[in-house]
């Protein structure tokens, strides 16, 4: 029975002690001095576990207990709300860098280290194995295979197995009276005997009716038993456990301790006796022991007071609170916590004490050291007692006996002090430094005691390396510090720019010349200068220009190959030839116009041909030639002469004009070029809509007669002539005013008034909409009528061209009212009738409109009116209209100033007009 509970007690701390493992002792307790002590990775400190964000520590529950809280004999205080305790790996200080000022200098980055100032979160030792646990305690295995001396009663399942005589398998479970139903033999007593001797049992009493029987007895099911846990748990009453279960069972079973529940003298009692004190303590720190004792119906598991406490904090293995049990000595209570770590400082220990109910006192322990460790009498001689708060402080973060390397070396880094130590100990030859060391000046950084201010020392690298007088004495913590060349000279650069293929700065690969630094810029291109070439030299605070024959440079001459230094700046110039070439150019109609080189030779014939030849349109009779010649070195001096261009292409001899530098040869174009294929479109009201050919200087009567003339319906006083050059002009002055219109909405959304600035923002995002979707027409004002003879030759019948579209509407019987009406709408022509009376028809001006700014825009066309304050001056009320006129009332003005109402104006005249071109065409 002891080795099954044993092994029950096994199976739920392994699965219990999740964070636990490092409480004890192993790989993950080692790992703790390198987490804690001088040889962690310092540039990134570990997260302060006192700070609620540190990403290592889990959620605690309220038996958690901070390590600065005073504390009672008898009572513990919790963990504030939502504070989360470290695990043990971040309960030690932890060494942090601070702000060096001298970041350069080795010796200080490791003495400005400090430990951390708060004291971490500890818990107390052992809570957290009920409090987290494993989560699936339903899980748990409590059946659990029981030896032979496990003792059997009532409840509890057999399988019995017979072979031999018969082969047969029985199952048979105790009944209340402990006894089991035998085939040939009957009932057998069998509770209160061991499952071994059961075993031996039932095979004798089968044998006395069967021969050669073989019987093998064995557990199926155990027995459940119902235990009492009571005292300072966290859930006490009755519980089902397994016959196998020991106290720890139990206790798990009823959610472990309460914050002020004891750990180490919980009492197993049975029939109103102590059986057994469990130390839970040694269950986790010494591994569960054979001779616990196994729960039986009827036990009672009491849980008595929290005992004395004390609180270990500091470089230990396991910081925590612990409750006392016997422990009375310093060394007792270390060991409870692990041991000290090797970081620890034994020498010095401080250690809070609290006298009870009345103060808290600090008290230091300065022990005597024996050799390199404190002897265990020395510990042992410490008394402790309740409420004390022992801290082990972590030694000094940096080696003193030491001595760094730094700078343009192989190994930069620390290294032991001797006495008696040189420069030369430390540098012993070249193959500590990198290649090319500044011999002539290298530097040890020493710290000055007491407060190690550092004062810099100067020496010669080369001489301390031989043993000469440079070789300086070494002292405890200092740094010597060793320059590259080019820490103090100029790097080995070259620029070199100009003709090459890959101008720039160069990095060279030691004595470098003029060859070698054109080979390393990819080498001249195929323009270059090749009898000359500038090198420019920094000399003495003075620039020098140097000179050379790069030809004779790349064939290695050594008179003209110069030896570079660093810094020189190499310039290749580019050939007159090839950076000024002589030049010819042809316009007009060729293929190609434009400049091209000056071959040798080159006749104006040829030139044509290098441009792609003569197009379509080129007049071949002659061409013009300007060329340009110097007079007496002093000025140029232009002439013209014409060359027959066809007879020259065709190979006349003594036709073809040789060319110089910077002639210009024209293709004149054939006369009416551009007007061949030029159309004009007809629509509407004609005999013959269609597209018709026009020629230069033909009049718009003489496209109507081509096209059959006007139709009875006809409408001439609102055809609409649209023509590509107008409609170009028109796209510059619509950008423009909505250019303007954009740029006064900003004026407008900076008004005050709230319901002002929201009607002058409508107001203007509706007149902008309307612009921008009204584009321009490019509609000419012309002035014709239906008896064409009147008006053909006169000024009226203007000059066509090429891409007009016209159109002749059919006779409308309305007028347009639009605007700022309480109707607009279309009302029917009347004779003689003028504007104020078409305004009544639709109702009148609204409350909103401008009457001083009415508008009409004619059918041909053009717009009268707009008030004497807008672009126009005088009124239109008493104008006459005629069929299809648009009359257009605008909106006031909202808001902004005079320029905002004159642009408000001229936006909604161009967007009515262009409106107007839409109605009629569809008169």
Not at 381 to 405: C, E, H, M, W
Not at 672 to 695: C, F, L, N
Not at 889 to 915: C, E, F, H, M
């Amino acid at each position: 029975a002891s080795s099954g509970a044993a092994a029950g007690n096994s199976a739920l701390l392994s699965a219990r002690l999740g964070d636990q493992a490092s409480l004890g002792g192993g790989p993950q307790a080692d790992a703790l001095s390198t987490a804690a002590g001088l040889n962690a990775p310092l540039s990134q400190p570990p997260v302060n576990p006192s700070s609620p964000r540190s990403g290592g520590a889990r959620s605690t529950s309220s038996s958690d207990f901070r390590a600065g809280a005073p504390m009672a004999s008898m009572s513990v205080p919790q963990n504030p709300a939502g504070v989360r305790a470290p695990s043990s790996l971040s309960s030690q200080p932890f060494l942090s860098r601070q702000p060096n000022p001298y970041a350069d200098v080795p010796s200080l980055y490791d003495l400005y280290a400090q430990y951390s100032k708060r004291a971490p979160y500890l818990q107390r030792f052992g809570l957290d194995v009920f409090r987290n646990g494993s989560g699936n305690f339903e899980q748990l295995p409590m059946d659990l295979p029981a030896g032979p001396d496990y003792v059997l009663g009532s409840g509890d399942g057999l399988s019995i197995d017979l072979w031999g005589g018969i082969s047969e398998r029985l199952r048979r479970v105790v009944d209340r009276e402990g006894k089991i139903s035998l085939p040939e033999v009957g009932n057998v007593q069998v509770a209160g005997r061991t499952l071994g001797d059961v075993q031996q049992m039932v095979q004798s009493a089968m044998r006395t009716q069967l021969r050669n029987i073989q019987v093998d007895v064995s557990l199926t099911r155990l027995r459940t038993i119902r235990v009492y846990v009571v005292g300072d748990v966290q859930n006490p009453g009755a519980y089902d456990v397994s016959s196998l279960s020991t106290p720890l069972n139990a206790l798990l079973a009823a959610g472990g301790p309460t914050d002020g529940g004891s750990l180490r003298l919980i009492k197993h009692s049975r029939e109103q006796k102590v059986i057994e004190n469990v130390d839970i303590y040694d269950l986790l720190l010494h591994g569960v022991h054979a001779s616990t004792q196994r729960l039986e119906s009827g036990d009672t598991i009491l849980v008595p007071p929290l005992g004395p406490v004390i609180t270990v904090q500091g470089m230990v293995r396991r910081p925590a609170i612990y409750e006392l049990n016997g422990e009375k000595d310093l060394a007792q209570v270390l060991e409870l916590a692990g041991g000290v770590l090797s970081t620890g400082n034994l020498s010095h220990i401080d250690v809070e004490r609290l006298v009870a109910h009345q103060s808290r006192t600090m008290i230091a322990v300065d022990l005597p050291q024996d050799g390199k460790t404190t002897s265990a009498a020395n510990l042992e001689s410490i008394p402790i007692q309740d409420g004390d708060r022992i801290n082990i402080s972590p030694i000094i973060s940096f080696a003193d006996k030491t001595v760094y390397l730094d700078g343009h070396v192989s190994r930069p880094g620390k290294y032991a002090y001797t006495d008696g130590m040189k420069v030369s100990d430390l540098i012993k030859s070249y193959k500590d430094l990198l290649p090319e060391p500044y011999e002539a000046h290298a530097e040890v950084i020493r710290l000055k005691a007491p407060d190690y201010t550092p004062q810099v020392i100067a020496f010669n690298l080369g001489d301390a390396m031989k043993g000469g007088d440079q070789d300086m004495a070494l002292q405890p913590l200092d740094t010597v510090r060793v320059f590259g060349r080019f820490d103090f000279q100029d790097a080995p650069v070259v620029t070199v720019t100009g003709a090459v293929r890959e101008p720039g700065d160069h990095v060279t690969n030691g004595a470098t010349y003029l060859r070698d630094a054109i080979f390393l810029a990819g080498n001249t291109t195929g323009d270059a200068q090749m009898d000359d070439v500038q090198i420019f030299r920094m000399q003495g605070g003075q620039l020098r220009v140097l000179s050379a024959n790069l030809t004779q440079a790349l064939a290695g001459d050594e008179k003209e190959n110069i030896l570079l230094e660093p810094k020189d700046r190499v310039f290749v110039h580019n050939s007159l030839t090839h950076s000024d070439p002589p030049q010819v150019t042809v316009e007009g109609e060729v293929q190609r116009p434009g400049t091209y080189p000056l071959g040798s030779g080159m006749t104006a014939a040829e030139l044509v041909r290098v441009a792609g030849g003569l197009q379509r349109s080129a007049y071949t009779a002659e061409a013009d030639l300007t060329q340009y010649m110097v007079e007496h070195g002093q000025k140029i001096v232009a002439d013209h002469q014409e060359v027959p261009i066809a007879r020259a292409l065709s190979g006349d001899p003594d036709t073809d004009v040789r060319l110089h530098d910077g002639d210009v040869l024209t293709i004149r174009q054939l006369s009416g070029w551009k007007d061949r294929g030029a159309t004009i479109a007809v629509s509407g009201e004609v005999a013959h809509p269609g597209s018709y050919g026009i020629q230069p200087g033909e009049h718009l009567s003489s496209v109507l007669a081509r096209a059959g003339g006007l139709l009875p319906g006809a409408y001439p006083y609102g055809t609409i002539l649209q023509r590509m050059q107008v409609r170009e002009l028109e796209e510059l002055n619509h950008s423009q005013l909505v250019r303007q219109v954009q740029q006064e909405g900003v004026g407008l959304k900076a008004v005050d008034d709230p319901i002002s600035k929201e009607s002058a923002v409508l107001q203007w995002k509706s007149t902008l909409e309307k612009l921008q979707n009204t584009p321009p027409t490019g509609r000419l004002i012309i002035h014709m009528s239906s008896n064409v003879r009147s008006w053909a030759n006169t000024p009226a019948d203007i000059e066509v061209r090429a891409g007009d579209t016209l159109y002749i509407p059919r006779k409308p019987n309305f007028v347009m009212v639009d605007g700022a009406v309480y109707n607009p709408t279309a009302v029917t022509f009347k004779p003689g009738k003028n504007v104020g009376w078409y305004l009544r028809q639709a109702g009148g001006p609204s409350n909103v409109a401008n009457k001083r700014a009415t508008f009409v825009v004619r059918a041909d066309g053009s717009v009268i009116g707009g008030g004497s304050a807008g672009l126009f001056s005088g009124g239109v009320e008493d104008a006459q209209l005629q069929a299809g006129d648009t009359v257009v009332v605008p909106d006031k003005a909202y808001g902004g100033g005079l320029t905002w109402r004159n642009t408000l104006q001229a936006a909604q005249i161009v967007s009515a007009a262009g409106i107007a071109i839409q109605v009629a065409r569809g008169f």
